[in-house]
């Protein structure tokens, strides 16, 4: 009991947004400026001046003048300097404007009378319980009903029209039509004599945000910590943006406040009031419309406040809501079959520098001495030791590693090396979805680059064309376990998307499962025991299906051995033919899965059965079914020996699978060749004036729609032809059949006939006068002038079709990247909005405001990442459940 | 023995009924009533009913979702992450080949936007008894809705400068087909603002109007504004598709879909079936038929964009979009001028986009950001952030010491 530590923690309740007023902005300040220079010749900073020493340190090894601090401690602290005139706050402008519309320009009153304004509160009040939005859209309301008063109710004064030009000027307009300027010391006076209560009516809390406050008499100098100087190599020092700006108006203000004192004549005052105002505009935001940017000596414009708040990088979205971390570590993905779904192969160099601390107690001292003695550059080692005093020894500067590692005690903590079995968490970006960052647990490997089992890429999206990914530390054990408990990737196979399994079998894991499960697939016994001996089998082997000439196993014996035993399943798989009359598992072609007890009874295993991102498959069942634990076991084990079967039966493809039998050609030539005599015959028969325009089309637009029917229906019946030709032991047709990789339709473009290139969903039809290309005669509207393809990539394409070809492929690529963009826009607008819906425990959907979006998650409060593909029950499989029971 | 048999498959209908009904208080009707179909079909006798309910009540409950699940993020994941593999700029065509629609990734947009029209305003017109099983009826109502203007009817056009008149000639196929006449055309020209001139039916197929317009440019747009004078039909009804479709119980009736919207006033034609219609233009369905209707249409949209591309996507997450654009009752954007930029949170505003207005407005407004959002967490910095395992506040109080303070 006595060694538990108790941490009391100071938690932000709430953070109050108001103005600062001047006595607030002079309080706070360490001392006024008054001069903007900075250094004296020494390179000593100025004491009045902007690099004050009292506005804090960015020095290292200078104390602050102010609070005692060294860089880093020390927050840096205000200075103030005194206007010479008031200045608008340019961000401030519109408000002020709509104040001074609302307000008597003499006595300040809301130009609203009395009951009315009672009337208002009320409504207010109602309002305000309602939705806290709605007080200030009634505010809004009553500012313009207000404006619309030409005289005050309470003094009788008239009031005048008030102008506003953009960004910060004012103008009366007079009923004789002079228009009479509103200088900040009018409209400050004006904004004054506002009465609490009427600005509460307005919108505007007056205990924090009186409105004469946006009017500046006092401008805050912020410390030298939020705009330090950089010092070059040269020794040149050059300043920042916002010292600059600040200069600039310290100028300013010094020579207006040295005319006023000198009597000058008002127009100069003005003048140099007028260029005041705008250093102080341009200082906040330096984007105002209608004045020019503050420019840099190098003609770069200022980034001044504004800039530095907004967009992107700024500090908002760039600093606070995406923050920088430790811990964390970079570098190209490579395939590994070998390891566990679960794992993640570490670069040893990479598990050297990434550490998690651990602390020593009497049952890991002896191990982690062991790590302290291996020290820094050794695998198992440690970086660092913090003593329980705070004290932390670098283990790199350390001589007698033996001795310190024996010095250990329980409460030191030891900043060891990452090691096997660590929880660690792994992203590729973009982090589309929660799968995007998994976590896994580590496995340290030789050589450089992080490894990962290839079943996981389909929720990175991940491929090895040169991907990179990151990798991330839990620093303590809280993160530990929710890693473990909620992100590992076994947890993660079921999508929230829809369902259904997100991870499953790809390319050569579904090529190698339908290879195994063929009816053809007969193994010796030294084949079946290598495969099940390289998953880690330790069972016994089943009866051999064969036993003469020699014992053999059938391929779907051997996989059955990784089904539970008290699977069912049934279902069509991928290379279905889709027949007009079902045989189920008597499928001439083994196409129906029958899974009776764990046995394999006919079928093939293959994308419909096994597949990612596929949903109600065999797999589907088994991770609802037996769990993610039992999933994980199969996609470790049964999974392997798919690509172990490839290894050893060997898979390839090449040129020669594209080939067409000579007869085949010829057929694919005929077709072709008739289509263009038939769509001839379409182009003579609309020159005729005889093609019947199809409703809602112009004639022109059914002549196009016609040929391109057509020509569609041409290429398909090519397809056809080749396919005739080409069957299952074909390794391209294999492939797309099962649903490894492509599709029979880029097997026809291979080996047949290309087809139709489009451009916008039309016919090629731009480029030159009349014709797309000069190869062609104007007007020429036949199906090679407009980019249909006859040639295939195997024999190759004419130099036209291959310019088409590629216009087309252009314009796919244009596609993409405006697409990304638009997607990427539409997915941050979506997740900002509803980024703060979480279920309360009432099982409503809630917002951060408490305000109820939904009385029950989507009406029946089911999970979709729990459910079976979007059901909560799967009556099938309880049926199955209750009905073995029965025969029990 | 015949009614017998039947007695006793009664009585079991009702037992079964009985049995499943009776677990109304641990399950939501819908599935109450999918086990009552299964156990008819399955015939389960009364123990296995009782065992197979049991597990659906294990399984139901184990689907539920955890309090503190953060399902908006889920969900806008979930939308957000298919629109990348979504087609661009796919125009597709609605059932028959008439016209197109906006579909894929623009139409995802445009939803989610609430735009106030969208690009393709389409109207399912369904029609009433009456006319839903004659062809005749059915196009009589389209001819109702569908705007005609004179220069669908007119053949052709002759504008004499000289004379300062326009002669219409008519198509009388046309006339016929869209159910007007020259008398039409004629009260149509005499109800233009402002007319001078006189106008009159030369022929049966024939207006000629004489304008008193002499400047040339004036008389063109006067022709122009002639062609666009609306004869009959709807305002914003451009064309008229009838369609065959199957009714449930096997009879084929006949509706209208038509390109525009126009809500209020197709919901007026006689002959339409105003419980049915629907347009998919959602800000005029929350204006005609509340927000209810309003939410329908955009799940009934999302789904349809998403699984028209082959994007499997559950139809909570998409609840939850639209409950999210809808539940204060007016229909919102997702985004800046909606749900996104009217949290109470200064902060989350902030972040998102206006960074400076929504500072200024929040500091003069004198607000007070109470930190109950993820971003506003995330910004001061502090763990836990107030959702999922974040959620729960554990207190834990250590026993005292003898004599110790603790």
Known sequence: MSNIEFQTTTRIAAIKFGLLSPDLIRKMSVTAIVTSDTYDEEGMPIRGGLMDRRLGTIEPGVRCETCGNYTGQCPGHF????LARPVIHPEFAKKIYILLRATCRYCGRILLPEEEIKKELEKRKRLEKIWIHFKYRHAERIAKKAAKNSECPYCHAKQYKIKFEKPYSFYEEREEGTAIKLTPSDIRERLEKIRDEDLVLLGIDPEYARPEWTVLTVLPVPPITVRPSITLETGIRSEDDLTHKLGDIIRVNQRLKESIEAGAPSLIIDDMWELLQYHIATYFNNELPGIPPAKHKSGRPLRTLAQRLKGKEGRFRGSLAGKRVDFSARTVISPDPNLSINEVGVPE????????PEKVTEWNIEELRKLVKNGPYKHPGANYIVRPDGARVDLRYVRDLEALAETLAPGYIVERHLKDGDVVLFNRQPSLHRMSIMAHKVKVLPYKTFRLNLLVCPPYNADFDGDEMNLHVPQNEEARAEAKVLMLVQEQILSPRYGGPIIGAIHDYITGGYMITR?????????????LYETGYEGEMPEPAILKPGEMWTGKQIISIFLPPDLDFEGKCAICEKCDTCLFEDCPYDAYLLIR??????????????????????????????????????MDTMFKTFILYLDLKGFSMSLD??????????????VLSEVEKEVDEIIKKAARGELQPKPGMTLRESLENEILNVLERAREEAGRIASRYLGLNNSAVLMAKTGARANILNITQMTACLGQQSIRG????????????????????????RGFVYGNFKEGLSPTEFFYHAMAGREGLVDTAVRTAQSGYMYRRLANALQDLYVAYDGSVRSAEGSVIQLRYGEDGVDPAKSYHGRPINYDLILQRIKSRKVK | MGRRKEKKKKSYKEEVRNIVYSYSDKLPENILQEIETIALREKLEKDELHAFIEECVKEYNNALVEPGEAVGMVAAQSIGEPSTQMTLRTFHFAGVREFNITLGLPRLIE??????????????????EKHRYDEEKAKEVARRIELTTIENVASEWELDYLTSTITIRLDPEMLADKGVTAKDVVKAINKIKGKKGKVWMEDEYTVIFETEITDMSKLKRMLDRVKDLRLKGIKGIRKIILRPVKTEDGKVEYMLVAEGSNFSAILEVEGVDPTRTITNNIVEVAEVLGIEAARRVIIKEMQEVLSEQGLDVDIRHIMLVADAMTYTGQVRQVGRHGVAGEKISPLARATFEVTVKHLTDAAIHGEVDQLTGVVENVIVGSAPIPMGTGLIELLMIFPRKKGGEG
């Open chain 1, 79 to 82: 200075g103030h300097l005194e």
């Open chain 1, 349 to 356: 160099e990479i598990a050297k520098i990434l550490v998690i």
């Open chain 1, 519 to 531: 009816k053809d697939s007969l193994l010796t016994k030294e084949k079946a025991a290598t495969l």
């Open chain 1, 597 to 634: 007890k764990g046995e394999i009874l006919a079928g093939v295993l293959d994308k419909a059965s096994i597949g990612a991102q596929k949903s109600e498959t065999l797999l589907h069942v088994i991770v609802k079914k037996y769990g993610t634990d039992k999933a994980r076991e199969i």
């Open chain 1, 657 to 670: 699978n594209l080939d067409l039998p000579q007869e085949a050609r010829e057929e694919v030539a005929k």
């Open chain 1, 762 to 785: 039309k016919r090629i039809s731009r480029g030159y006068l009349d014709r797309p290309l000069p190869h062609f005669k104007r007007g020429d509207i036949g199906p090679r002038a």
């Open chain 2, 111 to 128: 939803i989610v936007d609430a735009r106030k029209s969208p690009s393709t305003p389409i109207t399912y017109i369904y029609l009433d």
